[in-house]
């Protein structure tokens, strides 16, 4: 599918690539195969984002439709805000900026394709921010809301990750993102720690965005009043000390830390950070932390663990808490246990053995249908990690549920794929970016690097692996990168030239002109074969997961941690 040249574009796109004769792709693919050049053509002829220069091409063509309708859409969910200034916004029913997503997760993926409206929609909850220190938890066009907080992925490490991939050059920006977040940690510490455990304490259900979810049931939707600093003392349970917003401000510490030698504050006060971060870990690891279960529970006004097994886990694994075996130990036992969270379409809101486990996907719930939200914020708990195969099973079951919807919900049928409550919703239309990016396409990391990955997508039923092609494109640094991927083998091109050709099953890790510096086994199985690189053919021998360097001449291991495979029964505390 290629844009209609008549149709007006919005304005985050950009027309058609004027290559579009045979003859002239031909001259650039040398005597590669007919239909890879079809591919190649294909994808010049696509439309994209004008200034990162990305496009997209595919062999499915529902898959190529709804990626071309998510950018429609996602370009006007940024509107222009009470500030005059672009701000994202969720989309669908939900007429606002979420601090819990919108302003975090969502800006975080958005700053790899659209980095001016991320950083405008950062800056918002600072301009916003109360006197009192309190960040608002949605903004909306009729201005900001400060009845509860809403935290899930840290705001600092999104901050910090979108100011990496943009060079780090804006220092203005992230100095007044740190001063903001600053004040936050403060009026946080003074107004959600009643109990003087030093655990980050909930007062109601959207404190932590957790809608109709069995972990709040019989809690409050929100704070007596609209006030962030109170709860209902007549209910018997609250204040809950939370895990997933614990977890926040332990990892937050951490990036703030970052910030402040970056931003060349006195040494003393990033090791205040670093301080204050391992002592919330210390209060998470000693409260919320259930060493029977290994998971983290609520914890109610008397001591007791709220029992609900939900995607918490996930929440705070994405905060970077616990080693590479504590994350392992979580695969088994609960992420990729079909018993649990690993359903045909992953990952369910709450475990499915729960009996309080609920299917049902036609309402705004976090009681058990698959959110668009958890499946976002999912890769950076696997990456931290080196899980790369195993993220790769719930991107493709994701692509594979994409390719058939027609609209972008907030979540979808853990047992079907089917699209699942409202439309237009930002999260979901970022996943399908993020995830087609990372699965077969070319992803700039706050590292200075580029990932090619040469995969192909189970994007739709009923197609042979030998007909499945997908072509990515991206602009690094003023310059053209190509991916095009098939059954057995991937290219890369730079500036129309072909640069790589290696087997399908591994990703290149290059810097951002596309100098190889290492490769990441993607594939369950082993593959071998050579990287062709420069009038150089270096052979490679890679296992799942594994991380191989470049010193040049040949790969060495960096990493080896071995794939683990979906669980299908109860597992117990030890790997």
Sequence with gaps: MTYDSARPLPPILAGNVTVNKRELVKEKCDEEPTRMCDMLTRLRQNAGFREMGVRFACTSSSLEAIYAQGLRELSASVEASPLDRPILYEGGVYQGCWLESTGTINAEVLARFWPEAAASTYEHFADFQREDGLLPFMITPAGADYTHIQMVTPLA?????????QGGQDRNHLSKMYGAMKRFDQWVGEHRNRRGTGCVEAFCVWDTGHDR?????HIPDCTPLGDACAYYEDVPALPYLAPDLTANVYCQRKYLAKMARELGEPESEAVLWETLSAEMLENLMNHCFDERDQFFYDVDRFGGFIRVQSDVLLRVLACEVGDDRFFSLALKKYLLNTRKFFSRFPLTSIAMDDPRFNPRFDLNNWFGMTNFLTLLRAPHAFEHHGRFVELSWIMNAAIAAFSKMTRFSQGMC???GEAAYTSEYTPAILCLLD????LCGIVPLPSGQLWFTGMTAWAYEGVSRQEEQFAYGRT?????FEIVTNATEAKVYRDDCLLYRFPRGIRLVTDRSGSLQG????????????????NLQIPFAIEGNEAMSFDGRQFETAMRPGVIAPVTEEWGNTL
């Design 476 to 480: 690094a640094d003023h310059r053209k």
């Design 157 to 165: 490490r999104s901050v910090w990750n979108s100011y990496l991939l």
């Design 519 to 534: 490769i990441i086994g993607i594939s369950a199985n082993a593959v071998a074969g050579v990287v062709e690189y420069e």
């Design 414 to 416: 853990p047992w079907s």
């Design 213 to 217: 979810s069995p972990r709040f049931w």
């Design 435 to 438: 995830y087609i990016e990372r």
